[in-house]
């Protein structure tokens, strides 16, 4: 069981991405207690980390023990209580998900709605909000069914002007593009270990803000989720260490190295990889007659939604890029199934070798399936570097 | 981040139990997609080795994405719905935590309770569920608290006649002592991977019968938690494959080599095993003078919880087993701290020379604490094997 029995992909899909050598290593560290003055070491050490990935002095910073889906549950489940009115943003899967979360929770659920594969306009944002009056306004930051980045700070003045709180999902851009935490007067967010932190599935980092701390603290009743509960889990990860439920001390490791491989690389420089890799990937795109789905003011770095030219067959492009590449992408979701490829690009992933991999690749099968497409699209993309 | 910086601690704790090396090695693979064809083999293999170890033909088994706790959260809000009536078997912490659970899922709570270090009597439950009723009741079998392990067959019986289901925590017994879901009926059974099977914590095995099954799809509100209905987890789990969340991964590769590693070693075998070792163990606890909680009919073989000696510190000496000798133990909880110490003889931990090492080691520690105990603690455990 070495992996030796397993293919090598390039695993340019929604994520996961592919991890550094260093971080699946970390994960075969010696066992050690959940409770071992040298483990809580290593947790402290993750959340300055985190904090300084997410931009933020939020002391509530931690990795719940679960994928980035139970990070958007866990912010859900804390904030919002029986009753409450939650305004959620949604164009695409991850606001639809949220939406059907706010729904279980008991809370008066409002929608915005916006094309997929666009981002909202702060004044359609603004009319609902002074509609609605929330409690709790949520919006995605990177949509990772559409590849929209969404713009934050416009959101969140108008979210604060009505007294609400802000709650974003940065499951996909955190640690690919700038998720300002603190600047954007963000009250709550998650995200999740594998897209472009290039950790394994399994933590979802969150943090709270002081609005939102205080919210938790108002709370008239239980959080429904006992493993979710952050009235617990922060006494664990906080000064008074207690034992809430055993954390996943493996992933734990894992993540903790890959937050210092983000530190050692430098927010900054790491997003200008991320979109110098995206510019080369629409190049070549572009150069081979394909195009994306969304305008260029509001692709997410590392996630690019390309549309499925006529003729091609999406499932079997995909079999064949997975089958003789070992290069993984994805398929659409919902609406857009069958309609684009998702590549993403993302930590790790994001690499001028993969970009030019992937290109040639999907030229020659697209060519062998008989769709015209053009030539050169390696070369367009060299062409950026 | 080779390891080379952590201490290589003998975890005798209520759990992590140490890992076998491959079982972290196996955490190194190169990452993989959720929904790649070789992935979901793995997926397959990994149910057929729980189906194995659970002793169950259950088709919806499989490993929940989040630690024990999520295991229990997973059965109970899948099962009981608002109003709904549930028996809860209280006798110490894991039972209390089910107990708290089923009020923030307003289901109708009622509990029996036993001494704590006790087991339920068939006649006690007998008589709480032709007083309650209930659509559900749930016991903790190997109370990781107390170290009692519950007989489940009388109990099963009682349930059943009564037209309820039964849920059973089987987080520490899994892989140490036999689990029977299908002999003894269980209809919902939950799990951990950081205990008697020996892999890091993180994922949270679960088994669902026929009857129960039947509960989830008469239903008649939707599951609290979007992250843990089965509704939709069945289905990536199943021949569907429909996306649901991104499954933790290198946790799933963990869980398989340590999964054939409990296969391999044959599931009486190891059983044996964990029983031999607390038989050294006690041998020695008692050659020292001192005395176990649990009468001995009623012990769990992975987990003891020994009495405090008179005139021992609790703290100091859990502090000088870690920090002298590299060995955690657990303390007591609830009514029971300061009272036990709680060791943990679980999967790869459960060792003769572990046992003698502890063993050794405590010896010298409550004497270096003045406190009065017998010589030979080793020796005697020795004798056992």
Redesign the interface.
Known sequence: ???AD????I?L?P?????H??V???????????L???FLKIMDETQALLRQVMKTSNRLTLPV??????G??TCL?NLVEPGDRVLVCVNGVFGT?MA??V???RGELHTVQAEWGTAFEPEAVARAVSEVRPKLVAIVHAETSTGVLQPIEDISRIVHEAGALLLVDAVTSLGGAPVETDKWQVDALYS?T?KCLSC???LAPVTFGERAVAALDARKS??????LDMAMVRKYWGSERT?????????I??L??AL?LVVAEGLEARFARHRLNQRALVAGIEAMGLSMLVKEAYRAPMLNAVRIPEGADDRAVRAAL?QEHDI?IGGG?GPLAGKIWRVGLMGESSARENVVALLSALEKILKAQGVRVRRGAAKAAEAVY
């Open positions: 069981m070495t992996g397993l293919p090598h992909r695993l899909g994520g996961p991405s592919n991890c050598p260093s699946l290593q970390a994960m075969s560290r010696p066992m050690i207690g959940h071992d003055p040298e023990s679960g994928t980035g889906s139970a958007m549950e489940c998900r059907d979360i729904e279980r929770l999740g594998q394994p599935p399994g239980r959080v429904t989720s006992w493993y034992y809430h439920h055993t954390a996943p001390i493996s992933m490791f894992a903790n190295q210092k997975l993984e979701l």
